[in-house]
């Protein structure tokens, strides 16, 4: 099956400083990425979805200046948690589809620890 | 490390035939499972979950059982239609569903046809 990237797998930063994670489609165009975040002992949330070459489309009570996504190509997307605080820290997990594709491919996930 | 194995697809049935798609898992701890949706161009939901063994997940028509001693989470309607055509994850969380990450299934990919 197809192939999705993310990395770092952890990560821990101070808190002010931003991190990008990336999501990477090693195997095919994705033109489609979901990202998510789980909170604690909570359910996967979704927090954005971005189509390649156009801004993302955020849900609701997600800040997009906090959380800056860009999807330049058709196998990167990178989300940006900028100036982190430690309420921050969280498993965030991306997907990623192709153009018709029936089902959305997962990353490995990043586990963020905001000190 | 931790798996989901999920039975794959597509899975087509008739509207009001009964669903089964199976999930079986292994885990280090004692997670918590969930089953997920995806509606053709959006992001996932949560559909169900269940926390401690021989717990009962359910929604939307849909049951799963929590069931330590097979470690298997299958999805069961009992009369589907054809608003139900998605991609159907399982999925395990080793903390208790604390932000310690998810483990996927596959996805399956399930069509009814009216």
């Known amino acids: 099956g197809a192939v999705v990237s993310q990395h770092p797998s952890r990560v821990i930063c101070k808190s002010g400083t931003s991190v990008k994670i990336e999501c990477r489609s090693l195997?095919?165009?994705?033109?489609?990425m979901f990202w998510y975040r789980q909170f604690p002992k909570k359910s996967l949330m979704l927090m954005a979805t971005?189509?390649?070459?156009?801004?993302?489309?955020?849900e609701q009570g997600v800040e997009k200046d906090k959380f800056l996504i860009n999807h330049a190509s058709l196998t990167l997307s990178t989300l940006t948690v900028t100036s982190a605080h430690p309420e921050d820290s969280s498993f965030y997990i991306c997907?990623?589809?192709?153009?018709?594709?029936?089902?959305?491919?997962f990353g490995q996930g990043t586990r963020l620890t905001v000190v | 490390g931790d798996s989901v194995t999920q039975m794959e697809g597509p899975v087509t049935l008739s509207e009001e035939a009964f669903l089964t798609i199976n999930c079986t898992y292994t885990a280090t701890g004692y997670p918590s499972l969930f089953w997920y949706v995806q509606y053709p161009g959006e992001g996932l939901q949560l559909l169900l979950k269940?926390?401690?063994?021989?717990d009962k997940g359910s929604n939307k028509g849909f049951e799963a059982t929590y069931r330590k001693e097979t470690t298997s989470f299958h999805l069961e309607k009992g009369s589907v239609q054809v608003s139900d055509s998605a991609v159907y994850f399982c999925a395990l969380s080793d903390s208790g569903g604390g932000a310690d990450g998810l483990t996927f299934g596959k996805g399956t990919h399930l069509i009814i046809q009216p």
């Open positions: 997907s990623a589809g192709g153009q018709g594709a029936r089902v959305a491919f």
């Open positions: 269940a926390t401690k063994a021989d």
């Open positions: 195997d095919f165009q994705a033109t489609t």
């Open positions: 971005s189509n390649e070459g156009s801004k993302a489309t955020y």
